[in-house]
């Protein structure tokens, strides 16, 4: 099993509008939270928020959603 550095910070990034070119920008939804933080903020969204979900980013790694619940799920994962 990785190692998570669960208090790293995190940025929770949704997809937004598509530009002239057609590329579908990214906009930051929370930026300066704990990475655990963004994790339950991103399993607490509604469906149709999820459907925005683009990624949490770390310094280390970008995480997309299936990561993001299978680590919500994990035995270390802090609750609180």
Known sequence: MDVIDYDAQAVVRLW???DETGLI???VRYDGISFA???R???AML??????FANIGTHERVFN???IEAIARRDDFPQS
Do not use: F, N
Request: aromatic content about 4%.
């Open 65 to 67: 959603l299936s990561e």
């Open 16 to 18: 937004g509008d598509r």
């Open 37 to 39: 933080e963004a994790v």
């Open 41 to 43: 903020r991103v399993v």
């Open 25 to 27: 920008s990214t906009y």
């Open 47 to 52: 469906p149709e928020e999820k459907d925005l």
